[in-house]
């Protein structure tokens, strides 16, 4: 069979959404009638009637392969987990750092280095959406924003994480991560958990990090003596 691939959007590898959880999918912010195909937003409507109108936000680093139709490992796996801890939550809204949709996301940087960072974002003057106004409105109405957009060691991606967190200091909503941060201080990818998510506080995991990275140098310079 032959692969049609979009600079890095292999369409073949997609995954049908767990009706189980999910009953449609309500809105999709996206662009995949350019070289470069991009998501801004996927909203959904859990499989649930319980009268709540709770909404939960769930930020990550960038579209895999999720659409309107299809959906992919990543985001049948967290609609599930918040549809079974989040009894009263009705609405899943996931945004991302980055909008180019690409499986491999270490490939980030190409699109950077050809495309600019603006492009890459979504918050150029060619996007269809500006990506920051996207998240910062979804938010506005959130009960809870979920941060799991993993790990970069460029400087551009630390840059990018720093402009969402200021985005989030402005709601009123909880945030949360998956079970802890990182090695780096980054909220953990929900596609580098093996094991059962469970949602914490984002400002008490990085205090914890920051705790451990000083016991860490404590400790070496202890040994160093």
């Known amino acids: 069979m032959k692969l049609k691939v979009l600079w890095g959007y292999n369409v073949t590898k997609l995954v049908p959404y767990n009706r189980n959880f999910l009953k449609k999918v309500i809105d999709i912010k996206e662009n995949k009638n350019i070289?470069?195909?991009?998501r801004y937003l996927l909203k959904i409507e859990l499989n649930r009637n319980n009268g709540?109108?709770?909404?939960?936000?769930?930020?990550?680093?960038?579209?895999?392969?999720?659409?309107?139709?299809l959906s992919d490992d990543t985001v049948n796996r967290i609609i599930k987990e918040i549809y079974i801890q989040r009894k009263k939550v009705k609405y899943i809204t996931i945004l991302n750092l980055f909008v180019v949709f690409e499986r491999d996301s270490t490939k980030l940087k190409d699109y950077i280095k050809k495309c600019g960072y603006e492009f890459t974002v979504g918050i150029s003057n060619s996007d269809l959406y500006n990506n920051d106004d996207v998240i910062e409105k979804s938010c506005e109405h959130a009960t809870e924003i979920i941060v799991a957009w993993g790990d970069g060691k460029e400087k551009w991606y630390r840059k990018r994480e720093n402009e969402i967190l200021l985005i989030l200091k402005k709601t009123n909503a909880k945030v949360l991560c998956c079970n802890d941060l990182n090695k780096l201080g980054y909220p953990r990818?929900?596609?580098?958990?093996?094991?059962?998510?469970?949602?914490?506080?984002?400002?008490?995991?990085?205090?914890?990090w920051v705790n451990r990275m000083l016991e860490e140098r404590a400790g070496f310079y202890y040994k160093k003596e």
């Open 35 to 38: 070289k470069i195909p991009k």
């Open 52 to 69: 709540s109108e709770d909404e939960e936000i769930v930020i990550m680093m960038n579209p895999s392969k999720a659409d309107k139709n």
């Open 189 to 208: 990818h929900p596609s580098r958990l093996p094991n059962e998510i469970k949602f914490v506080s984002y400002s008490t995991a990085l205090k914890e």
